[in-house]
């Protein structure tokens, strides 16, 4: 009976980090909103070596963010690469 109690709680807390401190993805008006957010989570998406689900869309929002931006001041350009 220990040993179900010892797994069942294991388990639970085990469950309870899957996911856990991800926040969910911002969309590209909230980052055309915060530029200075947008250029800093830029240089954070280009140097992930792999990224989740929810972190794949928040770096695709801050690419279409940057890249509206970057229609009013033509000189800019961003992009980046799976590595």
């Known amino acids: 009976m220990k040993q179900i109690l010892v797994l ?9 980090f899957c996911g856990c ?10 980052y055309e909103q915060n530029i200075e957010l947008a250029k800093k989570r830029f240089d954070e998406c280009k ?20 890249f509206r931006n970057s229609l009013n001041s033509p000189d800019t350009s961003y992009s ?4």
């Open 47 to 66: 140097n992930m070596q792999t990224r989740t689900d929810e972190q794949e869309k928040d770096c695709a929002n801050v690419k279409k963010a940057l």
């Open 80 to 83: 980046f690469g799976k590595k």
């Open 21 to 30: 401190g991800e926040e969910p993805a911002k969309t590209a008006e909230y």
């Open 8 to 16: 069942s709680f294991t388990a639970l807390v085990s469950l309870n």
